[in-house]
């Protein structure tokens, strides 16, 4: 018979994996909302945490909720039903669930969001090509990689809509060689492209970069913008992979609640 586990097992897993002192200064990672000693009744998995994805994990009996975006990202001085995020703070306590975010923690980690999209891709020999060390830690905020073969520029955009299900891709210019070697960073990533160009990267894949930023590199390197949401949807999958792995007999479920705010008509 498998033993119980708490919340707070689970919670201590995910941030072994990814320890919270890997976060950005900026961030709000870690515990969100709740408690963690009660037993875990299972753990619903999302990118973000919204009053449907609270509604989904109480119909499934979850009691945890791990999210990649915090749900409290900035202080909050009341909690008065006033925004989306005071409801949905607001549900989770009263349905006794606890919130829990591994965000830029798990973007700087190894084996984090940005190796998880280059998995999608099929990208060999990654790493940080913009690496640091944090606590003992080698870590980065972008990880560069290979192609298992070269493709034309409109075969690449081809490839990322397919495989991120993505309905439009901004790019620069189209590049006039092969992509082979591609850098990587899910979100917001365009402080990485100076990075990238530094490192040789033929292409450059984000999720999102302002209008004056793809200024003055055609030719030089193939920017492909997907969208935060789409660069950043398998990121739930690592969080079942440590929970699984760690935590056995835990349930843990992929959320199937479509959170992306953002849409293309």
Do not use: W
Request: hydrophobic share 45%; charged share 20%.
């Amino acid at each position: 018979m498998l033993k119980s586990v708490k919340i707070r097992e689970v919670v201590d897993a995910l941030e072994r994996f990814a320890p919270l002192p890997l976060q950005e200064s900026f961030d709000n990672a870690g515990l969100q909302v709740g408690l963690t000693e009660a037993e875990v009744s299972g753990a619903l998995l999302c990118l973000d945490v919204t009053e449907a994805v609270v509604d989904e994990a109480v119909a499934l009996g979850c009691n945890l909720i791990v999210s990649h975006h915090p749900l409290i990202f900035h202080a909050l001085k009341h909690v008065t039903y006033e925004n989306d995020v005071q409801r949905a703070v607001a549900k989770a306590l009263k349905n006794d669930v606890t919130v829990v975010s591994m965000h830029t923690n798990i973007d700087n980690a190894p084996g984090g969001v940005n190796f998880k999209i280059a998995e999608k891709m099929a990208l060999g020999d990654c790493r940080f090509f913009a690496p640091k060390t944090v606590c003992g830690i080698d870590c980065g905020s972008g990880v560069i990689g290979c192609l298992p073969e070269a493709l034309a520029a409109d075969d690449f955009i081809i490839m990322l809509k397919r495989t991120f299900d993505v309905e439009c891709v901004q790019c620069n210019q189209l590049l006039r060689r092969p992509i082979k070697t591609v850098a990587v960073c899910g979100g917001a990533g365009s402080f990485l492209l100076g990075d990238a160009i530094a490192d040789g990267a033929d292409a450059f894949v984000t999720g999102e970069m302002h209008y004056h930023e793809y200024f003055g590199h055609e030719q030089e390197i193939q920017i492909a913008v997907i969208g935060h949401y789409q660069s950043e949807q398998f990121t739930n999958e690592i969080f079942k992979d440590v929970i699984e792995r760690e935590c056995k007999g835990v349930k843990a479920y992929l959320t199937k609640t479509n959170t992306n705010p953002i849409i293309y008509l």
